[in-house]
Antibody
Framework: QVQLVESGGGVVQPGRSLRLSCAAS????????MHWVRQAPGKGLEWVAVISYDGSNKYYADSVKGRFTISRDDSKNTLYLQMNSLRAEDTAVYYC????????????WGQGTTVTVSS | SYELTQPPSVSVSPGQTARITCSGD??????GYWYQQKSGQAPVLVIYEDSKRPSGIPERFSGSSSGTMATLTISGAQVEDEADYYC???????????FGGGTKLTVL
């Protein structure tokens, strides 16, 4: 079955960096776009970024543009989110999600990894 | 930036019909999607392309869209339907995702 498993979360000081990973299985990873979505404590969902199936197109929310980078390694069936210059407001559960390859729809989600930015 | 607007909360008694709305300027041209998120769990897609239901989603869940408003309807809501519901769509260009603020559905 399709499965997404996030890792790499933790506690980090403001201004530092962190890289999240999302291991995919149960589908042909290299043929699907992938998203990152986050949810701050007690708040709603926020779309963060998307990468196309071939990595040629990447789009970001204004709140993270210039600080976060989405990437993928199809040889490892893994999605990444490099997060630099972290701020307290980046504290959230980060989910990866598989794109349906139509209309930016996310059809399968991982269980999330928690990032806490605090001194 | 583009926004989708939902009511913060909706409350119904078991067996009643719950309706959750989502408004957005691009909805006449862009599909709306609905995700259900129960406490401590990842979101689950319950409606796609305005009104289609993924396999495994109960028939009591339905969706519609008219003009700038998309609506999720739960006919005969059950206690297990208590959750946060998020509408989702894209901006007019179609390369940025947007979620509504979420609606907490209470069934009691």
């Amino acid at each position: 079955q399709v499965q997404l498993v996030e890792s790499g979360g933790g506690v980090v000081q403001p201004g530092r960096s962190l890289r999240l990973s999302c291991a995919a299985s149960g589908f042909t990873f290299s043929t699907y776009g992938m998203h990152w979505v986050r949810q701050a404590p007690g708040k709603g969902l926020e779309w963060v970024a998307v990468i196309s199936y071939d990595g040629s197109n990447k789009y970001y929310a204004d709140s993270v543009k210039g600080r976060f980078t989405i990437s993928r390694d199809d040889s490892k069936n893994t999605l990444y989110l490099q997060m630099n210059s972290l701020r307290a407001e980046d504290t959230a559960v980060y989910y990866c999600a598989k794109d349906s390859n139509y209309d930016m729809m996310m059809d399968v989600w991982g269980q999330g990894t928690t990032v806490t930015v605090s001194s | 930036s583009y926004e989708l607007t939902q009511p913060p909360s909706v409350s119904v008694s078991p067996g009643q019909t719950a309706r959750i709305t989502c408004s957005g300027d691009a909805l006449p041209k862009k599909y709306g999607y609905w995700y259900q998120q129960k406490s401590g769990q990842a979101p689950v897609l319950v409606i796609y392309e305005d009104s289609k239901r993924p396999s495994g989603i109960p028939e009591r869940f339905s969706g519609s869209s008219s003009g700038t408003m998309a609506t999720l309807t739960i006919s005969g809501a059950q206690v297990e339907d208590e959750a946060d519901y998020y509408c989702y769509s894209t901006d007019s260009i179609g390369n940025h995702g947007v979620f509504g603020g979420g609606t907490k559905l209470t069934v009691l």
